[in-house]
């Protein structure tokens, strides 16, 4: 009886193992899809745009960046002359620590998904600073067209290899929608803490067909500084609508005690 039972609780145990192999091996499929599919998505909105006349900054050019955090940047020849000078590039959004209202994120070439969480290489990283007075109202699903100065950033321990500054946004394709997305916390870069400058490396995203070792550094993750102490409550909203949560308690009337009951 129990050389039966034993044999019976490892077939049981094999059947789950074998189960588990293959849902893991379904959700990597099913990831190197998705960065297929992106990817495909990207590159046919940038090939319409060309087509269209515009002149875009190609990912494969800021992919030729080497070095890593340590050691900086090391730009190619080609890359140079577009320092300092108005870019348009498609990307995928990605948010550092806000997800509404926002004037500062991220653009990569693929979502950061299909990097299966982990951080992508710096040199798939472009920082977006948006333009006096503009701010982009969410995060979006589809890719979105970015136009502004770029800024090639050297030295060692630097963080974002490429800034666009003074930038405006619009849908990837011309007259394409933009659909908010709700980001998971964990689908999101590490901002720059003021107080840190601890950085690891990161990773290139998995390909169907291997291609060789990639080249660059990786994206500098950072601890998110502290939270601020909470401001006082308004008793205005932020839509200038007054609510239960900001309106101010009326002072109650001191009792004359002069008088009998």
């Known amino acids: 009886m129990r050389i039966r039972a034993a044999k019976e609780i490892g077939i049981i145990g094999g059947i789950v193992v074998l189960l588990l192999a293959l849902l893991f091996v379904n959700m990597q499929c099913g990831r190197l899809d998705l960065r297929d599919r992106m990817e495909k998505l990207r590159k046919r909105i940038e090939q319409e745009r060309i ?37 348009d590039i498609i990307g995928f959004m990605v948010g550092l620590d806000k997800f509404r209202n926002i004037k500062e994120f991220m653009v990569l070439p693929l979502p950061l998904e299909c990097y299966f969480c982990q951080q992508p290489p710096m040199h798939d990283v472009v920082l977006v600073q948006m333009a006096e007075g503009e701010v982009v109202k969410s995060l979006y699903k589809e890719p979105v067209l970015i136009n502004g100065t770029l800024t090639l950033n050297e030295g060692p321990n630097t963080k974002f290899f490429y800034v666009i500054k003074n930038a ?79 309106q101010t308690p009326a002072a109650e009337a001191p009792v004359d005690t002069s008088k009998g009951p």
Do not use: C
């Open 168 to 246: 405006r946004l619009g849908a990837g394709k011309e007259g394409g929608p933009l659909s908010p997305k709700e980001t998971p916390q964990e689908h999101t870069l590490p901002h720059e803490s003021k107080e840190s400058t601890t950085m690891i490396e990161g990773h290139e995203p998995p390909k169907a067909k291997k291609d060789g070792a990639p080249e660059g550094g990786a994206v500098a993750p950072v601890p998110a500084p502290s939270a601020a102490p909470a401001a006082p409550a308004s008793p205005t909203g932020p839509t200038g609508q007054t609510g239960q949560a900001g």
């Open 51 to 87: 087509g269209q006349g515009l002149k875009l900054l190609p990912w494969n050019l800021l992919q030729k960046t080497t070095g890593g955090v340590r050691s900086g940047p090391t730009f190619d020849p080609k890359l140079l002359p577009y320092r300092d000078t108005h870019v």
